[in-house]
Structures are given as structure tokens and as C-alpha cells.
């Protein structure tokens, strides 16, 4: 009899709560929701609730709520949420040393309880946090990568989807460098159903969406007073979701690079193949003069936040 997959959310605040729900519903596996003692009531409170939709949604799935990382252990995947969400008037990077701290502890209960796992990080700012993950598991980097070109791609075809009033399911588009201000929305990979967007919308039109698409985690803690996690969920339900059933899916992560797109030693945003080898190859894709531009500015502001990091 085939044993089902498990799946360890770290983090029971409302994007944990999602994940968890996603993950059951579309039977990924048991869920065990993880949150820190003072939070263990929230976590089993949560985990009893989705257990109770079980029979209504028609899932099989278990899911259990806990504050032991013990109750982590061989976990298939990993999807860490834990740290201090964003607040109105702070940016990613204002996060970093608080959420440094959190990320390091993670790390190290994963390592201990869950050392086959798929990592999948959210927490902010991600490309740094992705970063320390991997260093402080000591993973393999393909087993370690960041959740955020999913969800800006994501925000990217919302915004053009609703310019053109088409069909949000014909549009494609490709985000990609760090998770933030600097991200690049490559126009030139940008299409409805195979036509360039650049034919159908105005240039101004498009510039005013490329940098909506940046500020998109923003504008949502501006009118929430919290982050997203509805959508973040569901970027990276989809990637755990190519990993377990090795789809092979190109996804926009946050991935190690070896040199790809000229960079080194860094998490930044990029395609890649992801399956049950984790993340399975970069895919190096041509850019016009002006992305190759952008992107060398945003790994330049990602490596400046590394920088950062081992000040703490």
C-alpha cells in the first residue's frame, strides 16, 4: 500500500492556514500546521477546523496542528511561512533581522526532524531567507527555493487580464530577479494566447502595470493592514504540487544560481523545471537589452540585502 506524502507547514498565521487547506483539498498529503508554543492553540485550533471541512469538501487527508517540530519528521515538503508579516509602511527588507532569527531556528528544526524534505520558503524578505535556509539545513540547493516568481506572475497576469478584459487562463507571463521593488516583469515574454501583449495594450498602459506588478504585495498591505496569503498559498501549493507528482512544471522560484544568467552564489528569481529531483535545471531564456539591465539591478539590490544578512 502506497504511504501517503506528508506536508509541514511552518507557520500557522493566515498564509499557513491556506496552505493547509489547499494541501488538503487537493490531497497532497497529511498535514501537520506547525506554530511556535505561545501560537500552539492557533495551529491545532485551525488544523481541527479544516479537519472538520473534511467530510463536506469530500478529502481524506488528515490534519493536525502542533508546536513540536518532532511531529514534522519525514515530512516530503516543507513550506515555511514563519516570521513577522509585513505592516503598513515597511518594506521586505525591513524585515531581515527579525526574521533572520526566525528562519535560522526553522532551519535547524527541518534539518533535525524532516532532512529528505522539499524546502519551499515564503517568509519575507524572501530572497534572503531562501538564502539562509539553505545554509544553515545545508540541503542540497535543488531541494531549497523560494516562493515568489509564482505569485508575481501571477499579480503580473491579474493586472493584464483585467486591461484587456480577456480570459486571465490565455495570458502568460515571466517574472523574474529578487522579490520586490527591483523584480523584472519581462514584457517580452508576455502573451495572450500566443499574441505579445506589447501588440494589444499601449505602451504607458504596460508601464503602469510593470510597476503595479512590483508594488502588488504593497498595495494589498496598504488596504489589509497585513500581507496577501491567498495568492501566496497558491503559488506555492503549485509548486509543491510539481514536485510530488514530478509535473516538471516551468515556474518562476527563487533558485541558487551557478553562474546562470551571469550570477553566483545567490538566490534570485528565475525559470526552472521543478520535479522530483526539486528544482531539476535553471532555464537561461534570452532577454532584451533593457531586462538584461533590470535583472543586474535587482540581483545588485539582492546581494546588497545578503550583504546585510551577515551583519546579524
Known amino acids: 500500500m502506497t504511504k501517503r506524502k506528508k506536508i509541514a507547514l511552518i507557520g500557522a498565521g493566515n498564509i499557513g492556514g491556506e496552505l493547509a ?3 488538503a483539498s487537493r490531497e497532497l498529503g497529511d498535514v501537520v500546521l506547525f506554530d511556535i508554543p505561545e501560537k500552539e492553540g492557533v495551529a491545532k485550533g485551525k488544523a481541527l477546523d479544516l479537519a472538520q471541512t473534511a467530510s463536506v469538501e469530500g478529502f481524506d487527508a488528515s ?13 516530503d515538503v516543507c513550506i515555511v511561512t514563519a516570521g513577522l508579516p509585513r505592516k503598513p509602511g515597511m518594506s521586505r ?23 529528505s524534505a522539499f524546502v519551499i520558503v515564503i517568509s519575507n524578505p524572501l530572497d ?3 538564502h539562509e535556509m539553505w545554509k544553515v539545513t545545508g540541503f542540497p540547493h535543488q531541494r531549497v527555493v523560494g516562493m515568489a516568481g509564482v505569485l508575481d506572475s501571477a499579480r503580473f497576469q491579474c493586472f493584464i487580464a483585467q486591461a484587456l478584459s480577456c480570459s486571465i487562463k490565455d495570458v ?3 517574472v523574474l530577479g529578487g522579490h520586490g521593488d527591483t523584480m523584472v516583469p519581462c514584457l517580452s515574454y508576455c502573451t495572450v494566447n500566443g499574441v505579445p501583449v506589447r501588440t494589444l495594450l499601449p505602451a504607458a498602459e504596460l508601464d503602469a502595470i510593470v510597476e503595479r506588478t512590483r508594488q502588488g504585495g504593497g498595495e494589498i498591505v496598504k488596504l489589509m493592514a497585513t500581507s496577501a496569503y491567498y495568492a501566496p498559498a497558491a503559488g506555492a501549493i503549485a509548486m509543491a504540487e510539481s514536485y510530488l507528482h514530478d509535473q516538471k512544471r516551468l515556474l518562476a522560484c527563487a ?23 526539486g528544482v531539476e535545471r535553471v532555464v537561461e531564456v534570452a532577454l532584451s537589452p533593457e531586462e538584461k539591465t533590470m535583472l543586474q539591478q535587482s540581483a ?10 551577515k551583519r546579524f
Open 128 to 130: 534572503a531567507m531562501v
Open 21 to 23: 487547506r489547499l494541501a
Open 93 to 115: 527588507d525591513d524585515l531581515l533581522s527579525i526574521n533572520l532569527k526566525i528562519i535560522r531556528q526553522v532551519a535547524q528544526g527541518i534539518q533535525e526532524h524532516a532532512p
Open 63 to 75: 490534519v493536525t496542528g502542533t508546536s513540536s517540530y518532532a511531529d514534522i519528521a519525514g515530512a
Open 255 to 277: 533558485a541558487y544560481l551557478e553562474g546562470e544568467y551571469g550570477f553566483r552564489d545567490m538566490y534570485l528569481g528565475v525559470p526552472v523545471i521543478l520535479g522530483a529531483g
Open 300 to 309: 545588485a539590490a539582492v546581494q546588497s540585502l545578503l550583504e546585510e544578512a
Open 172 to 174: 502568460r507571463t515571466l
